[in-house]
């Protein structure tokens, strides 16, 4: 793991094609900004480890609730 310390408006790059911006820093929290092609995917880690872990408990139930998933459908259409 490479540990970089950089101030407000500093960047690093990632490859020829990927910058990651600070782009303010707060009591507890760092906004960063990054710039990527569009075909690169870019993800919060904890949204990723969450989604995982319903997958799995999905896997595991056998009870299917008509009623839940009939909700879902209709909020995403």
């Known amino acids: 793991m490479l540990v970089l310390a950089r101030k407000k408006n500093e960047s690093i790059l990632i490859g020829e094609d990927i910058e990651i911006i600070i782009s303010d820093i707060s009591d507890d929290k ?3 900004a990054i710039k990527a092609p569009k075909s690169m995917k870019v993800f919060r880690k904890e949204l990723l ?3 995982e872990q319903e997958n799995k408990k999905s ?3 056998d009870h299917i609730d008509i009623q839940k998933l009939n ?7």
């Open 49 to 51: 480890l969450e989604i």
């Open 71 to 77: 909700i879902a459908i209709k909020k995403n259409i």
């Open 30 to 32: 760092v906004k960063l």
């Open 59 to 61: 896997a595991e139930s």
